[in-house]
């Protein structure tokens, strides 16, 4: 008899989650959610898929969203022109970058791994261990005006970047369009409304699995991804418990859910000192609450698109898809050199779902399969997804120094 997962109602994580101040803010975030504002807009999801939710003083709409794609790809939104939002979010690569940790306008190495966008719109919380950040709206502020790091470098130039935007001619109509009721849409404000809207519409929903699946195809998938499934559901290896659900992620919020789940785990990455310490510079969710249970405790990310998404991990530490299924086969990672060195298998804040387990090599390959499965190239190759205008085109740039 062919294996089936759960029900998407029921496939969610057993963990009781974070427990304080901060998840009652996600879920007055969630109650104060509207998909009712959402006025013309279709979502553009098949019936299985419950809507995102949408906060009622942003409501989706396409004039906005053709907004927000000029925005995500214009390298004017960098203090030298030479980043843009997909400098480090690129659509073929399921809106990351390739490298371990994100590079700024400056130059200047992140300490994280540039985080997909894919269904971004489900997620409650949107970094890696920052549980403030509930909001896209507010979180675009974040990469653009920030100092520490510097990502896009635009501290102190919020009027000069707006004087910039209204001399463009294209933005001209963008902006007047999706905000026409304002005498001014030209503000940060409107900005990061419409590049939180072009964000919310990064849908992915139709990968050989989903048709599999959901769509009832028996042909859609491989038998070897068959069996990975089977071992993905199983509680043997236990991946469901933390990446399961509509967005194969316990970081989940929807339409059809009484409050979000934040889902923040420690997976044994690291355990620096014996006790359980990760490095000074990443230590997890713990910098945000400051509770010692919280040490290595980061955002589940979605596995939708994660074939094309190495490397993985919140410092794209491990390269490929094999090893992290190695890490998790081993309970934690080991490292016996360098500055992270250390047994993270017996960290003892690690998180009870990573356990342990053994594969054979056919398993192992039929478990990669499986994820493989999970790819959406339609999603990758979407054209309203990809940069509406060449930047070599009229988006010179200017801040008094000229685009190379």
Request: positive net charge; glycine residues 8%; aromatic residues 10%.
């Amino acid at each position: 008899m062919p294996f089936a997962p759960m029900p998407l109602a029921t496939m969610r994580p057993r963990s009781r989650g974070v427990r304080s101040r901060w998840m009652r803010a996600l879920a007055g975030a969630a109650l104060a959610a509207a998909t009712a504002a959402q006025g013309a807009w279709e979502w553009p999801l098949p019936a299985w898929v419950p809507r995102p939710l949408v906060p009622a003083d942003n409501p989706m709409a396409a004039e906005k969203i053709e907004l927000g794609r000029a925005l995500f790809y214009d390298q004017r939104l960098s203090i030298n022109g030479r980043v843009s939002c997909a400098t480090c979010h690129q659509h073929k690569a399921a809106f990351t970058d390739g490298r371990k940790v994100a590079i700024g306008a400056t130059g200047e190495a992140h300490s994280r791994n540039a985080m997909g966008l894919t269904n971004i719109a489900y997620f409650p919380v949107l970094t890696w261990a920052d549980p403030t950040q509930l909001r896209l709206e507010a979180q675009a502020l974040v990469p653009m005006f920030g100092e520490h790091p510097v990502e896009m470098g635009l501290a102190g130039k919020q009027e000069a970047l707006l004087r910039l935007l209204r001399r463009d001619p294209r933005y001209e109509r963008l902006f007047r369009s999706a905000f026409a009721a304002d005498a001014d849409p030209y503000t940060v404000d409107h900005l990061t409304r419409a590049l939180a809207a072009f964000q919310r519409s990064l849908l992915s929903f139709d990968s050989a699995y989903d048709r599999y699946r959901f769509g009832g195809r028996r042909d859609a998938i491989a038998n070897a991804a068959r069996r990975g499934e089977t071992l993905f559901f199983s509680e043997r290896l236990a991946c469901f418990h933390c990446h399961g659900g509509v967005n194969f992620t316990d970081a989940v919020m929807h339409e059809r859910l009484e409050k979000p789940e934040p889902g923040f785990h420690n997976t044994g990455l690291y355990n620096i000192d014996g006790r359980g310490s990760y490095p000074a510079n990443n230590p997890g969710l713990i910098s945000a609450t400051g509770k010692p249970a919280d040490m290595g405790r980061f955002r589940t990310p979605s596995l939708r698109n994660v074939a094309v998404t190495a490397p993985y991990m919140h410092d794209g530490s491990i390269a490929t898809i094999g090893e992290v299924i190695d890490h998790y086969a081993a309970a934690g990672r080991s490292l016996k050199a360098g500055p992270g060195r250390g047994v993270g298998a017996a960290d003892p804040y690690k998180s009870s779902f990573v356990k342990g387990f053994r594969l054979s090599a056919r398993e192992k390959a039929d478990l990669i399969a499986f994820l493989e499965a999970l790819t959406d190239h339609a999603f990758l190759a979407n054209p309203a997804h990809a940069d509406p205008v060449t930047q070599d085109g009229p988006a010179a740039h200017t801040f008094g120094k000229p685009k190379p």
